[in-house]
């Protein structure tokens, strides 16, 4: 299955994707160990904030790639909450599989004119876009944790834009590190039988897995999860540095954090896929 195809082949038979982000490399590691063991196709996210965490786009995205490309199931690598046209050039350059294009801040206007913009580009390279309409919270305090997509101008959006999937609005709000959120299972369901394109649930980290499956049961495909893992991997890496203060070798400490992430991982495919 090519990259870009598989979302559409989730949205085709009702079940949802699993989005990971990628902090550092053991991330990647992780969540393709996870999901070769559920034997599920896997998205290994890379956001704009992770590359000013490293300095530059070309190492992590090269490193993730390369664990990417040895996995033993499907596993696209994607750029996530990219605002920066120069970074999604590069990315798209490196040979990043899909982009996150992020203009959801600006004025619907000039949202439509540079996410389609972004889009012609990618899509010249075979790349698959995603864009946002109806802020998503918790974002640096510019998102309106309240902010809801409306379905028609969801619909008019993906025209004007052409873009390939949207993230939408419906509840959900990053860095969330309890899941209490309550999604709109209603409005999800309005906008997946009008908009033509695969729906992306941003900040899905405080989402319990009841509504989870039920966001994928009204229509959302790609599921986008980072808060929560990176909770089980510091959890982990600091329980084992309790249990020996003489631990100075890395390997030994972060490699139960790999772990844990590699089994929830394994865990929240398998929830999406229905299984």
Known sequence: MSKPVVLEQA???????????VILLEHAEAIVAGAQAAGLPVILQISENCVSYHGALEPILAGTLAVARR??????????????????????????????????HDDYDVNVRRTAAMAQFCHAAGVHIEAELGEVGGKDGVHAPGARTDPADAVSFVAATGVDSLAVAVGSSHAM??????LDLDLI???????????????SSGVSDDQLAGAVRAGLVKVNISTH???LFTRAIRQRLEADEKLVDPRKYIAPGREAVAHEVERLLKLLAGR
């Open 189 to 203: 369901a309005d906008l997946a039988k009008a908009v033509p394109v695969p729906l992306v649930l941003h900040g």
């Open 229 to 231: 893992l990176n909770g």
């Open 177 to 182: 590190t309890e899941r209490t959120a309550q």
């Open 71 to 104: 996995a033993g199931v499907d596993a696209v690598v994607h750029l996530d909450h990219a605002e920066s046209e120069d970074l999604v050039r590069e990315a798209v350059e490196l040979g990043v599989h899909s982009v996150m294009f992020d203009a959801s």
């Open 11 to 21: 949205r085709k038979n009702g079940v949802g994707v699993g989005a990971f982000n």
